[in-house]
């Protein structure tokens, strides 16, 4: 590069960052014209459906997806802390496969959305819950995932002070010059700071080369974690009382606790079953994220007993519980061999970290603010926003050592995530047959308005119905010494994402049997990859008139045009 050109970047830049600092205007994206929006409506590239290009997930994406997401720390310690609560091993080991069987169904239902028409969660919804009524679920699905977001950003810090006390074992003395009111010391800052450093420039890979990164996970993962679980036993002669410790509990008691660990542990993955299509919209085939389905359990089942194995092992070893690898890797750093292996074990336990942060609440924050603001916002604004808002602003490390009620607060949230889950299945599968009109989705005046309000009232009222009942116990579970509600109450919470899947289901189902919106009830599918065509207007054998098909032909090249359009302006 040339001085004159080096110059005249160098003055963009300058007059690019001056404008970003004293003009909010400066800020919206360049308006792009959609393959298949409406031209009234604002849109960017990255709500359309994936051009074919960038359909770039086979089976083995989708395989190496659920290993980043399910070989993690809160995997591998969700399991042995079931036992914690009077059950045995074998109960722990039992509801984390049918919890990972009631995650792995509604996923692949409703990433079949994704994979056969290419659009994201915040679109799809549109079909099921009305084009405005949709926004619902999109703020409720990207609060979660904002606020757990930083919450994992702040586990993932716990990694780096390993490492670093790997490294420099006078870390682990760091003087802490921060007030007790900060809610985290001047070690924990800092190791969480280089990590959110390590997790930022990974969060810009887009999201259909992401697959790379699972793999390079699942090469590096693997090994490791087969080596703590086989070191651990070895040293533990094979034997932990802990792991053969048969029940406290029995009756009744015993069977609401089995209820209440399975929605537990399966409302850790449920936003996971209802945005699905953000990454099934990539897959390369219609079947390819059928994989999904023996994969989450078996993922999900070896990493809890390999939690269950090394919690009972640490027990006879050192004489405590471990629950965390983390804990356990803490215990070699007393060695140079033993930091070594503290170092290794803690940088690939990073790697998940970051991983499953990306793929559960990165991407995801990201394609619904993408939705609920396509003038400011992209995919990649979205995730440097999340970033920021989420790893800094929210304060995690507050919330994790102080704020135990807002914690049992957002798990609990998880209730809401269900009767959607159960909404988009009945919706695609049961009610309209899987035959959606693409375009339509993109159109605040299309068939999916569902009237006056853009809502449609079918799952207005049953998303009511199912949450209210459930409203008094999240209130008990947040503040239990102030609210007092009947055991009936409590009890239909112990297995609310059960409950919130199954009645949505039925109920959203019954309503559109009975009073059905004819409107929304097309003879064949309408995909968003080809020249738009509205279905309504389409012939039910040929699935367009002869005059449509020479309009068709006439409007390829500009189709064609503003795709590339589209890309260019985004680039």
Known sequence: MDSFAFRQRGHAIKEKTRARLTDRHSWKLPKQTSSIAPPHVWTNADQDPVPEDKRTWTKSAFIGYWYSDLVTISTWTAASAIMTTGLTATDAVLIVLVAAICNAIPTVLNGAIGADLHIPFPIACRA????????????????????????????????????????????????NTLPKSAGTTSQGLLSYFIYWCIQFPLLMIPSHRLQYLFWVKT???????????????????????????????SGSTRAWLWLSNLTSVTGGYSTLAVNIPDFSRFSKSRGAQLWQLPFIPIFKTIVGVFGIISASASKKVYGTVYWSPLEIINRWQGSPGGRAAAFFAASIWLLAQVSVNISANGISFANDITTVAPRWFNIRRGVVLVSFVGGWALC???????????????????????PIAGILVCDYWMVKNRKYDVPALYDPDGIYRYGRWGVNWRALITTAVVIIPLLPALAKKVTPQNVDISQGLVNLFTFNWLYGFFVALFMYYGLNYFFPDRTTLIPNVVPGDAPVLRAVDADVESRTTEDEKREDVRAEPRLVSSREEGIAAMA
């Open 128 to 175: 099921s819950y009305g084009y405005w009524f949709s926004y619902f679920c999109v703020v409720t699905r990207g609060v979660l995932a904002l606020f757990w977001f930083g919450v994992q950003s702040a586990n993932g810090g716990t990694c780096v002070t390993a490492i670093l006390t790997a490294i420099w074992p006078s870390y682990a003395h760091l003087p």
């Open 219 to 249: 090469i590096l993962v693997t090994p490791m974690a087969l080596a703590m679980v086989i070191w651990i036993t070895v040293e533990a002669g094979g034997q932990g009382d802990f792991f053969y410790a048969p029940a406290t509990v």
């Open 396 to 418: 995690p490390w507050i919330i994790i050592s102080s704020a135990a009620a807002f914690l049992n607060f957002m798990s609990a949230y998880a209730i809401f995530m269900a």
